[in-house]
């Protein structure tokens, strides 16, 4: 029997369309309280995973999406996001260094604290929100393994599918609605498209690469920046769009719980040219999105909306 690829953390943004890319010949899914078609149950609190491993495998590789990643939320529950976020993932990881499954972990540009951008694989981590302590947490532990594994960091990650639920898709549904967008100017990061982090997944899993990477876009933007691109392309399309109800801030008036890094672009120049992945930039995934869009801008939403 061939060895599959494992997908922790299945029913996820991410998850889904990896499961879709690699299908059911490649590829096992798991989901704890979202099934979907072709989706196995794993519940990381409760379950085994020596036992779910051996009953499911074989797997050559465990990549592991699961975990609590709204970043405020585990500012204000660090009781209740631990567990999931650093205690079953180490329990994941155990089991399958013990079964020979290579673990490839993704975690976030949060680990760094946002004073110079730009951050490079050699740069040390420094989180600031206890997101970013606990994706450095287990950084450290596979790093203590001292066994093969895969640690991918990853930005944003978005797409430009109207439909969907990432984020130019959240902008537009506010824009349709009329309703209060705020953004950071000076909160600065490397957006990606989901498409490319899936191809960055499969090519080093498949290249049978380790250490770390990081998976971010190839250019550097504020939030406010990408949505005033954003704004820009759509009266480029259609000069009748009313203006979005837009304001600026900076990050940390927005009231969250601690203190966000500011500058956490990526150089994720390693992974590009070991790869030759081009990952797409902001320009190109905003102009996919609008022609994806059904305009003039009165025929989504009418007049009187």
């Known amino acids: 029997m061939s060895k599959k690829i494992l997908i922790v953390g299945g029913s996820g943004y991410i998850g889904r369309q990896l499961f879709a890319r690699l299908g059911h010949e490649r590829a096992v899914a798991t989901h704890h309280a979202h099934p979907f078609p072709g989706s196995v149950a794993f519940d990381p609190l409760t379950t085994h995973p020596e036992e779910w491993l051996a009953a499911h495998g074989p797997f050559s590789t465990a990549i592991l999406l699961m975990g609590a990643t709204r970043v405020d939320a585990c500012s204000k529950d660090p ?7 650093i205690h079953a993932v180490q329990s994941v990881i155990r089991a399958c260094l013990q079964q020979g499954i290579h673990p490839l972990f993704t975690s976030s540009d949060v680990v760094f604290d ?7 694989e050699s ?3 420094a989180p600031l ?53 705020r953004s950071a100017t000076d909160r600065i990061f490397s957006p990606v498209r989901v498409e490319d982090v899936i191809e960055g ?11 770390t ?56 120049d390693r ?30 939403c009418g007049k009187s909306a």
């Open 271 to 300: 992974w590009i040219q070991t790869t030759g992945i081009a990952p797409q930039t902001p320009d190109a995934v905003v102009d996919a999105f609008i022609a994806r869009l059904r305009l003039p801008f009165e025929s989504q």
């Open 79 to 85: 009781a209740g996001t631990d567990p999931i976020n």
């Open 213 to 268: 990477w990081h998976l971010g876009g190839p250019v550097a933007v504020s939030m406010a920046g990408l949505f005033e691109l954003f704004a820009a392309r759509l009266r480029e399309a259609d000069p009748a769009m009313p203006d979005p109800d837009h304001t600026t801030c900076g990050i940390n008036d927005l009231g969250f719980q601690e203190r966000w890094p500011l500058d956490i672009s990526l150089n994720s």
């Open 123 to 125: 740069n040390p981590p």
């Open 129 to 181: 929100v206890q997101y970013g302590r606990q994706k450095h947490h287990i950084e450290q532990f596979l790093h203590a393994t001292d066994a093969p594994h895969t640690l991918i960091r990853l930005p944003k990650v978005y797409d430009s599918d109207p439909q969907g639920s990432s984020l130019l898709a959240h902008w537009w549904q506010a824009i349709q609605r009329r309703t209060p967008i």
């Open 201 to 211: 997944m499969i090519t080093l899993t498949q290249s049978g690469q380790s250490g």
């Open 114 to 120: 946002g004073h110079k951008g730009h951050y490079d």
